[in-house]
């Protein structure tokens, strides 16, 4: 019999002495709520000793700059503290950071720790579906909910926090039908203001439900056509919008940067690795061929998590529809390819027994996008991520002194 209290003495020995051991326990036991948590403790070890790769960087010496010493009114009476973004969760975090610590190890570890929090949330609305005893393709489709966004993301600071608190919030809604938490999914703007995008999209999700399907199949193939248009929308955004002239980066009003920018993407797509270009692309395939399987045996979403899936189609449409910008397009695909297979679990958990004449096929199938989910990101980062100390080390290691003469580049 699991006993919890023993689990936990295990887990606070092992996390002690060397937290990858707790992480591997912890995946081990993944259905286990004392498992969640120490995932969240070692997201918090992780960031400590990890280096910088994103906006994490620009976002820590933003606050040394900005924030150190500096009291409140002055620091929210300076606009510059909104070049890396016009929402304020940035700022709530650089603002209590500096309070105590201007260690860039400990930046890290606090976005890496909240971070973690919001995708432990999003990831605590589908236990109805993990506590259960899985079948091996439904632990694969579980597999791939938990991967298809990078865990280099938290490296980003603002978007997928911001982004698994939506999602969080929308499957609480989808779960208990109150919308209350629909309307709370309005918070994810407090972490990157984009997500009025998803919010929008659930609304329009929520409206197409008193239509015929056909519409937003038919929106979701016209998003193709228009995609290969390839039209730049932000020209129409500044003009129109003047929030968005006065508030957004840059990168984005000014109109040389922007221009050069897209170049650089022109350039960037023509020239693509296709191993890392097509992972989105390939991950949809596959999830879409195993709904055919389940089509095939007759079985259909039931109404909550069909929502669920068209929310899917829906932010893969607009997606589409901002294709001309590369940040844009890419950031809610990947949230359309999370939703995408959020439903396929969902559905292949509820009704895995009834699938009977498929199931190895659909197993051995699966194999390849979880392969393809995990391994790119390993593969790209492999001269970071793989460093002995950062796996065999642990809080009493002295890190700095760099016992193994490794090379940090980015210290």
């Known amino acids: 019999m699991f006993n919890k209290g023993k689990y936990i003495l295990l887990q606070i020995a092992l996390f002690t002495l060397s937290p990858i051991s707790s992480f591997l326990l912890t ?10 948590v120490f995932f969240i403790f070692f997201a918090a070890y992780f960031g400590f000793y990890m280096g910088f790769v994103f906006d994490l960087m620009r976002h820590y010496q933003d606050m040394l700059s900005f924030y150190v010493g500096r009291p409140l009114d002055d620091i929210l009476n300076d606009p510059r503290i909104f070049i890396l973004g016009p929402d304020y969760y940035h700022v709530t975090v650089k603002y209590l950071v500096s309070r105590f610590s201007t260690s860039h190890a400990v ?11 919001c995708f432990m ?29 990078e865990f280099w993301w938290y490296q980003g600071v603002r978007f997928w926090t911001g982004a698994f608190f939506f999602m969080g919030m929308y499957l609480k809604y989808i779960n208990t039908s109150k919308k209350r938490y629909l309307i709370l999914t309005l918070l994810s703007m ?19 439900s008193f239509v015929s399907r056909y519409y937003r199949y038919g929106i979701f193939a ?43 993407i022109a ?7 296709i191993v890392y270009g097509y992972r989105l692309p390939f991950l949809a395939f596959a999830a879409f061929m195993v709904l055919l399987i389940f089509k095939l045996n007759k079985i259909k ?26 940040t844009f397009y890419q ?20 009704y895995q027994r009834q699938v009977k004449r498929y199931r190895l096929a659909l197993t051995l199938f699966l194999i390849l996008p979880v392969l393809y989910a995990i391994l790119p990101t390993f593969v790209q980062y492999r001269s970071l991520l793989f460093h002995p100390e950062l796996f065999l080390g642990s809080f009493f290691m002295d890190w700095d002194g760099n016992a193994l003469k490794i090379d940090y580049a980015w210290k």
């Open 190 to 208: 407090y972490f990157h203001y984009t997500l009025v995008t998803i919010v929008l999209a659930a609304v329009i999700n929520y409206a197409l």
């Open 27 to 36: 995946l081990r036991m993944y259905k286990s709520a004392i498992s969640q």
């Open 222 to 264: 016209f998003s193709f056509f228009y995609k290969t248009l390839n039209f730049d929308f932000v020209p129409v955004l500044l003009r129109y919008v003047p929030w968005a002239r006065d508030n957004l980066s840059i990168a984005i009003t000014d109109e040389r940067i922007h221009n050069n920018m897209r170049d650089y």
């Open 331 to 350: 950031r809610f695909f990947e949230v359309a390819v999370l939703s995408l297979y959020v439903s396929v679990f969902a559905l292949s958990a509820t």
């Open 121 to 149: 949330f999003f990831y605590g609305q589908l236990k109805q579906f993990y506590s259960k005893r899985l079948s091996y393709f439904s632990i694969l489709l579980l597999i791939c909910v938990v991967t298809v966004v």
């Open 301 to 326: 979403f039931n109404h909550n998590y069909l929502l669920v899936f068209y929310l899917s189609i829906t932010i893969w449409s607009i997606a589409n529809f901002g294709f001309g910008d590369i």
């Open 267 to 273: 350039e960037f797509r023509a020239s693509e690795n």
């Open 107 to 117: 930046f890290g570890s606090t976005v890496a720790f909240i971070y973690a929090c």
